[in-house]
């Protein structure tokens, strides 16, 4: 008699291990039941075409239609920032449907689509709102991409008409996208709302590092609770008071801007380039608010003196070109200190430096009694 291989052999069933009647039946009524589901068909709505916010310049003076930062930029800002002004972080789209069912189809540049501090659906996933009836921005679904091209749908929602809003991929370049609805199904796309934007220049924390996805950076949470069109010129790695990035954000007719770079700086950088910053901005924009805005703790700092003293030297920096600035003459110029900005519990972070969702909700709060007050001051 052979011996049947270890590795291959298979236990008789007794009866307890064979399926149940109740379970077998269950599983034919659902096979059953997907086999009869109607497909749907959908009518897909290019947003090329089609009018976004988060963009400073038109789309005319872009290189590509997802970009940040116009055609002209290439070989004036740092070779970096351009690469990174190439990723769709802040973009957003809305739109009014009475469909039950959503289809978002689109395409990135990379197929690397999570960071190692990042899932893809953060990196490189399209998040989508809903407008609520009390008037709240809710969270509806986002999408869960596993490769470059993707088309996900979204079944089973409530009938009525509701405005929508979609944040396009953070960490990776957009090349198409469009919404889908069936057929039969309403859809009007929303033009950019006319209040001036709160633009926001920053490192790889405003970029949106390390959001679990777009809708969740601290950018996106504090457009929604202000009601207020966003601009993420976040630059990972590489958010560090450029002049040619000054003179570019002069172009932007702004409600307020926010200067976030102090991660990636150090103390002789932020005194060489902070006070010239303001100058540029404030020269060009003479009435329009400025937020000056420390380093975050980063997570380890308690137990790390290194840390504390980059943050110490960064910070000292900060305040005294802002009391420069301030003893010169220069009005409507706000500051938000650091410390605290993910919380005091060492647990707003994804790696130390940037944030989780917790973190960002965090920094969210910190921001938005400062831009309250620089918005009403405006």
Not at 184 to 197: C, I, K, N, Q, Y
Not at 241 to 249: E, F, H, I, R, T
Not at 279 to 293: G, K
């Amino acid at each position: 008699m052979t011996e049947t291989p270890y590795s291959t052999f298979t236990p008789p069933q007794t009866m307890s291990s064979l399926p149940s009647l109740a379970v077998l039946t269950l599983t034919l009524q659902t096979a059953l039941l997907a086999a009869d589901a109607p497909k749907i068909t959908y009518t897909y709505h290019d947003l090329a075409p089609l009018a976004l916010e988060g963009q400073g310049w038109p789309a005319d003076a872009l290189l590509s239609r997802y970009d940040r930062l116009p055609a002209k930029a290439e070989h004036v800002v740092p070779d970096p920032v351009w690469n990174l002004s190439r990723h769709s972080a802040g973009l957003s789209f809305r739109f009014v449907s009475d469909a039950t069912s959503l289809s978002i189809k689109y395409q990135v540049g990379s197929k690397t689509l999570g960071l190692t501090n990042m899932p893809p659906t953060g990196a490189s996933g399209v998040d989508l709102y809903a407008l609520a009836p009390e008037g709240k921005w809710k969270w509806v679904d986002v999408t869960k991409p596993k490769e470059a091209d993707t088309t996900y749908d979204i079944t089973g929602i409530d009938p009525g008409k509701r405005t929508y809003l979609a944040y396009l991929p953070l960490f990776n370049t957009t090349t198409s996208i469009s919404i889908g609805v069936p057929e039969g199904s309403s859809f009007e796309a929303l033009v950019p709302r006319s209040e001036l934007p709160i633009v926001f220049y920053g490192t790889s924390i405003t970029h949106g590092a390390s959001a679990s996805r777009p809708g969740m950076t601290h950018v996106a949470i504090l457009g929604r609770r202000l009601n207020r069109p966003v601009i993420n010129l976040g630059f990972s790695g590489n958010g560090k008071m450029d002049a040619s990035v000054g003179a570019l954000l002069t172009e932007i007719e702004a409600a307020v801007y926010v200067i976030d770079c102090l991660p990636n700086m150090s103390g002789s950088d932020v005194k060489e380039r902070a006070e010239p910053l303001v100058r540029q901005i404030r020269e060009a924009r003479p009435d329009t608010p400025i937020v000056l805005v420390e380093d975050r703790s980063h997570g380890g700092s308690w137990v790390k003196a290194a840390q504390r003293k980059r943050h110490a030297d960064n910070r000292t920096a900060l305040v005294r070109a802002y009391d420069a600035l301030v003893a010169s003459g220069l009005t409507g110029l706000y500051y938000l200190p650091g410390e605290g900005l993910l919380g005091d519990d060492t647990e707003g972070t994804t790696d130390g430096s940037h944030p989780n969702d917790l973190g960002f909700v965090r920094q969210a709060d910190a921001f938005e009694p400062v831009l309250r007050k620089a918005l009403e001051a405006k």
